[in-house]
């Protein structure tokens, strides 16, 4: 089995083309840029949460396949799960999302609408996103893993590219299927901008052009339940990403909470690998 | 084991080549996607830079190339970018394009690239091209040859007139509007201090803004100088100064107009240049030394209003 694997993965990679993902530095935010069409992004990060109260820190890591169906459509799945110190770990669920792109080119503000369906269970921690209000629940995972939801999210993005930066907001929404908890709401923000805006005529990992900074700000704004300031959950993160190669991006991030309910902070790294599935050479 | 490996290798290999096979034929280009006058009137301001090319190189290898090829010559995922009606696009036309995107024919945005990395990419469109039987760059490709210090030193003091004889010129392309072949259309950017900015700007007449992409532009006192679909620099110009002509698919009557032109205006130094630098023009120089000076007979013929004909002799 092993063999195979190998010679697979081997002519995989001798047959990719090459082509540099447009993977954006954010983790939470997103902007206007879809996959590109036939390519295939492979995608593993990771969020480690240092909580307040000295409750037990916490890793959940994560799987995204990223795919881009046409110019105006990308479809992404998710497979996570958790590692809790002293607590063991799990699966703690799946997500599948889809953004769309409804004007055909570049504008000022350019609008793109994204669904998502969730099939999650509570222990889940990636924190892709963060709405509603509250902390979140630190029973054991076997506890937590007993209880799912499903859940369909909404989001409006808002994505802008103002001279070498990008700006983006989202504004989410989310609706809990498996019980009635009102509508969720949450936000996100982000700027960001190449660190060297002319490229270089030679090849190079290590050099300005390759790397991407900026800040992104998100958070739960509560439910149309409840509006409670007390609870709100809100942080700000420095970003910073890494075009290693032509085809891989890493990236990473500490979110600092500015809330009460927030965890100290969350400290994010993700690695992107894309390629063509459906391309030429 | 090792059977079932070479099954799935096999498979995979002859996936790739019935793609490969796939990609042979190329994707037509989407005429209805025509950039907006005013992003077509922008001119590179790397230019100068003749060290961004290569970055342009590298760029459209990661960005581009695996749509449209290493070398341009698109495929069933993207047009072929060497064809006239890429080329003959101006400058701004194409960083449009680049940082728009066309969603709907599967052109991304990448406008998450500095705007001076789509320049660099723009340069390096401007590389690629149609070649002839003997792997020369054709003439409606961007054969950059305009790059003599000297000439260029000559320019360099455009004399505070310019302006207003640019402005007399203006009124001189009302004679060229009237032709039934093309509509001519001047624009002054900048003052004349920075003349080296100003531009003309013309397009098949009788097409509709649509078409706009089929303008051709270039610098009032240089243009002649360069070939077409040629950009040229200068260290020595200040830096975002550039020009370049295109020439629109309705063809050679285009490069005649502006050849005219230039033969109205720079009457003895036309013809000093082109003796000078007979490969920045046409293939056939002397044919186009010729055509200049036939041209100006053809103009003061053509002209039926005395005042125009004066213009002429003026500017002549």
């Known amino acids: 089995m092993f063999a195979i694997r190998l010679v697979a993965l081997v002519v995989c990679v001798t047959f990719a083309v090459p082509a540099l993902a447009q993977e954006r530095a954010y983790f939470v935010t997103y902007d206007h840029y879809l996959e590109e069409p036939g390519n295939l992004e492979i995608a593993v990060a990771t969020t480690t949460g240092v909580p307040k109260s000295n409750r037990a820190s916490y890793t959940a890591p994560w799987l995204e396949l990223e795919y881009g169906f046409t110019g105006w459509w990308t479809g992404e799945l998710y497979l996570e799960g958790v590692t809790t110190r002293g607590d063991g770990n799990g699966f703690t669920g ?22 998502e369906y969730e099939s999650l269970n509570e222990a889940s921690r990636i924190q892709k996103e963060i709405v509603g209000a509250g902390g979140l629940p630190f029973e054991p995972i076997d506890e937590l893993r007993e209880e799912h939801a499903h859940e369909l999210e909404a989001k409006l993005i808002l994505s802008s590219a103002a001279g070498v930066w990008n700006v983006a907001e ?7 299927l498996s019980e009635d908890e009102g509508v969720e709401w949450g936000y996100s923000v982000g ?83 894309e390629l063509p599935v459906r391309g030429v050479r | 084991m090792i059977a079932r490996a070479a099954a799935i290798t096999l498979v995979l290999l002859i996936n790739h080549l019935t793609l490969e096979a796939q990609t042979s034929s190329t994707r037509p280009h989407d005429s209805t996607w025509v950039a907006p006058a005013g992003a077509t009137a922008k001119s590179n301001p790397l230019a100068t830079r003749a060290d961004a090319a290569a970055g342009g190189r590298k760029l459209f290898a990661q960005r581009c190339a695996s749509c449209h090829r290493d070398d341009g010559r698109g495929s069933e995922k993207a047009p072929d970018l060497t064809q006239p009606d890429v080329q003959m696009q101006s400058d701004g036309a194409l960083f449009w394009k680049i940082s728009s995107g066309n969603t709907r024919r599967g052109m991304p945005t990448f406008s998450f690239l500095p705007e001076p990395q789509r320049w660099q990419l723009v340069m390096h469109l401007r590389e690629l091209g149609p ?41 001189a392309g009302l004679h ?42 270039w610098h009032v006192s240089e243009a002649p100088f360069v070939s077409a679909g040629c950009q040229a620099t200068h260290a020595s110009y200040p830096r975002g100064s550039s020009w370049q002509i295109q020439r629109p698919e ?53 002209s039926s209003d005395g005042s125009e004909e004066r213009e002429h002799g003026h500017v002549c």
């Not at chain 2, 001047?186 to 303008?215: D, F, I, K, W």
Request: charged letters at 25%.
């Open chain 1, 94 to 115: 799946w997500r599948f999302e889809n953004r769309f792109r409804p004007l055909k080119s570049e504008h000022r503000i350019n609008p793109v609408l994204y669904v």
């Open chain 1, 170 to 176: 989202n504004i989410i929404v989310e609706r809990n």
């Open chain 1, 191 to 273: 700027a960001s901008r190449p660190l060297g805006t002319i490229a270089s005529g030679r090849e190079c990992h290590v050099c300005r052009e390759n790397f991407i900074i900026g800040v992104e700000a998100y958070g739960g704004l509560g439910s149309t339940e409840a509006f409670d300031r007390q609870n709100q959950r809100h942080y700000v993160a420095p970003v910073i990403g890494w075009h290693i190669t032509g085809r891989s991006t890493f990236k990473a991030s500490t979110a600092f909470g500015l809330t009460e309910r927030s965890d100290r902070y969350l400290l994010r790294f993700g690695f992107a690998y």
């Open chain 2, 131 to 171: 070649i002839d039987a003997r792997g020369r760059k054709t003439a409606a490709n961007n054969q950059c040859t305009a790059h003599n210090s000297q000439h260029f030193a000559l320019r360099r003091g455009w004399p505070p007139e310019a302006h207003s004889r640019f402005k007399r010129q203006r009124r």
């Open chain 2, 176 to 217: 060229w509007r009237a032709r039934p072949a093309f509509a001519l259309r001047a624009s002054a950017r900048q003052q004349h201090s920075r003349a080296t900015m100003n531009t003309l700007v013309a397009r098949p007449a009788g097409l509709e803004p649509a078409t706009a992409g089929l303008e051709a532009q």
């Open chain 2, 250 to 302: 309705a063809s050679r009557q285009s490069i005649r107009l502006l050849y005219e032109g230039f033969c109205r205006r720079r009457r003895g130094r036309t013809e000093a240049g082109m003796s000078r630098f007979p490969e920045l023009f046409l293939p056939k120089s002397d044919e186009r030394l010729d055509s200049c000076r036939s041209t100006r007979r053809d103009v003061r013929g053509e």
